[in-house]
Nanobody, 126 residues
């Protein structure tokens, strides 16, 4: 059963904006945390933002703080990532993920997150 499905990736010029979406299956328990993780070609996965599935406790990595916004439509069960003032370094495949744990430590080492979507590609040109 597919539990997390991302969409919304694409190509944009530096300084532009994109909004990513992730449909969160009802099978994801209500105590879980939701994450946006990205991976650039040849680089390790990097946590971008996370929040609790109850719609609270948004947190961001230093690299995107002030430019990206994570949010959740609890009725539709859709997780969003609004990305503004995009930079070429923001390029990569963006994944949504879910895990019973929440914390900044998992942003820097997201490999152990429990559940993952298939990813959506974001390309930012200079």
């Amino acid at each position: 059963q597919v539990q997390l499905v991302e969409s919304g990736g694409g190509a944009v010029q530096a300084g532009g904006s994109l909004s990513l979406s992730c449909v969160v299956s009802a099978s994801i328990p209500r105590v879980y945390w939701l994450y946006w993780i990205r991976q650039a070609p040849g680089k390790e996965r990097e946590g971008v933002a996370f929040m609790h599935i109850d719609g609270t406790s948004m947190r961001y990595s230093d690299s995107v703080e002030g430019r990206f916004t994570i949010s959740l439509d609890k009725t539709k069960r859709i997780l969003y990532l609004q990305m503004n003032d995009l930079k070429p370094d923001d390029s990569g495949t963006y994944y949504c993920a879910a895990d019973p744990r929440g914390g900044y430590g998992l942003l820097s080492a997201p490999g152990s997150l429990e559940r993952w979507g298939q990813g959506t590609l974001v390309t930012v040109s200079s």
